[in-house]
């Protein structure tokens, strides 16, 4: 489906994990590949310089640096995972939006009923599976948690607290969506039920820059690089397993546990030579060497998917649920959106809850003058 219909689960409350993530698993980004982390997450090392202070209070409500500092250090990991920088100004608006945001769920983890939280744990459970899905086998997965310093256990209690809140929020609203709701957004909107062409290839990449440092490797060190992957390349079309190479030569830590296979992917989500060479092979294939920022490639395709216009009951790609199921979470999102400011606003108000950071407070109040001066039909905090 296109961007612009993409659906966030959660009502736009899962947001610290789904950042995690997308710096931990580049595979289906731009940017490719991730460099491993250490045990030892950047918030611990904050934490153990500058100690915990609780950075906003109220009734029921209490937030500390640390978890303010777990989501951003994700947003900041997933820009860089991009070859992307936050401009400071922006960094401390993200960061006075994401303690909003982790107040807000403690505000509705309070008014939880036990349906709430029957429905946040089997949406935890839906969401665990995708991520497992696209990070392409369990090995992979669990060397991307640990890369951001995160148990399974700790994984599962985040998603099933933001769904949890997300469940809460929307019963507390009223929001509804019927058959015919969902029937006519469906009629009205067609070309974003249009699933575009996609690949599956497994790749071996040999770097030709620092994995740490992303400096550039000398000319005498490109240059071994680029015999070894000539030699690699000639194994490979001489029968060679493709996927037994890829373990043992791939410098991807994202894809050599998995054979070198990433995940299928789109125009537009690979950087530009890679993505046409993958696109313009035939099934079964081994490309040239593919060189791009971040090295050698070689590339086979294993399929080749054409686009198709689905209809209401096919299954949304990269997901469990039906089209239908998809609109009508998509729908109760954007009416969720749409009524949750005040409410949320009166909820910390009669919580009394308090910013007792003076930076975070000040880009607070200056977000709610944004907020207030926005053009009509513009969601707060909108791009």
């Known amino acids: 489906m296109k961007n612009k219909m993409k659906l966030i689960f959660s009502a736009a409350m899962i947001f610290g994990t789904c950042s995690v993530f997308a710096a931990a698993n580049p595979s289906s980004t731009n940017a490719m590949p991730a460099m491993a982390g250490t045990s030892t997450t950047p918030s611990d090392a904050m934490t153990a310089l500058f100690g915990d202070p609780v950075i906003a209070k109220g009734t029921g409500v209490e937030v500390k640096q640390s978890s303010l500092d777990e989501?951003?250090?994700?947003?900041?990991?997933?820009?860089?995972?991009?070859?992307?920088?936050?401009?400071?100004?922006?960094?401390?608006?993200?960061?006075?939006?994401?303690?909003?945001?982790?107040?807000?769920?403690?505000?509705?983890?309070?008014?939880?009923?036990?349906?709430d939280k029957a429905a946040g744990q089997a949406k935890a459970v839906e969401q665990i599976s995708n991520l497992l899905a696209r990070a392409g086998s369990q090995a992979v997965f669990d060397?991307?948690?640990?890369?951001?310093?995160?148990?399974?256990?700790?994984?599962?209690?985040?998603?099933?607290?933001?769904?949890?809140?997300?469940?809460?929020?929307?019963?507390?609203?009223?929001?509804?969506?019927?058959?015919?709701?969902?029937?006519?957004?469906?009629?009205?909107?067609?070309?974003?039920?249009?699933?575009?062409?996609?690949?599956?290839?497994r790749h071996i990449l040999l770097l030709t820059m620092d994995p740490v440092t992303?400096?550039?490797?000398?000319?005498?060190?490109?240059?071994?690089?680029?015999?070894?992957?000539?030699?690699?390349?000639?194994?490979?079309?001489?029968?060679?397993?493709?996927?037994?190479?890829?373990?043992?030569?791939?410098?991807?830590?994202?894809?050599?546990?998995?054979?070198?296979?990433?995940?299928?992917?789109?125009?537009?989500?690979?950087?530009?030579?890679?993505?046409?060479?993958?696109?313009?092979?035939?099934?079964?294939?081994?490309?040239?060497?593919?060189?791009?920022?971040?090295?050698?490639?070689?590339?086979?395709?294993?399929?080749?998917?054409?686009?198709?216009?689905l209809t209401l009951s096919d299954k949304v790609p990269s997901s469990g649920m039906t089209v239908a199921d998809y609109v009508k979470n998509t729908l109760i999102q954007q009416r969720t959106e749409k009524l949750a400011p005040g409410y949320l606003a009166g909820l910390e108000k009669a919580a009394n809850v308090q910013l007792l950071d003076p930076v975070l407070k000040a880009a607070a109040a200056a977000l709610a003058v944004a907020a207030t001066n926005a053009p009509a039909g513009m969601p707060a905090g909108s791009p």
């Open 143 to 201: 060397r991307q948690l640990k890369a951001v310093g995160m148990t399974p256990e700790e994984l599962r209690t985040k998603i099933t607290q933001e769904a949890t809140a997300t469940a809460t929020l929307t019963r507390l609203l009223g929001v509804t969506v019927t058959d015919a709701d969902v029937t006519n957004f469906f009629t009205e909107h067609p070309t974003d039920f249009e699933v575009p062409e996609t690949v599956h290839v």
């Open 71 to 115: 989501v951003v250090m994700g947003i900041k990991s997933a820009a860089a995972a991009r070859n992307q920088t936050i401009p400071p100004q922006q960094l401390l608006a993200i960061e006075s939006q994401m303690l909003n945001r982790l107040i807000q769920i403690q505000l509705l983890l309070q008014k939880s009923t036990d349906a």
């Open 214 to 309: 992303h400096a550039p490797l000398t000319a005498d060190q490109v240059a071994a690089k680029r015999k070894q992957i000539d030699d690699i390349l000639k194994r490979a079309r001489a029968g060679e397993d493709f996927a037994v190479l890829a373990a043992q030569y791939s410098e991807d830590p994202g894809s050599k546990d998995n054979g070198g296979e990433l995940p299928p992917f789109g125009h537009g989500e690979m950087v530009p030579q890679f993505e046409a060479a993958a696109f313009s092979m035939k099934t079964n294939t081994i490309s040239d060497v593919v060189t791009t920022d971040y090295g050698f490639h070689i590339i086979k395709l294993l399929d080749k998917t054409p686009a198709k216009q």
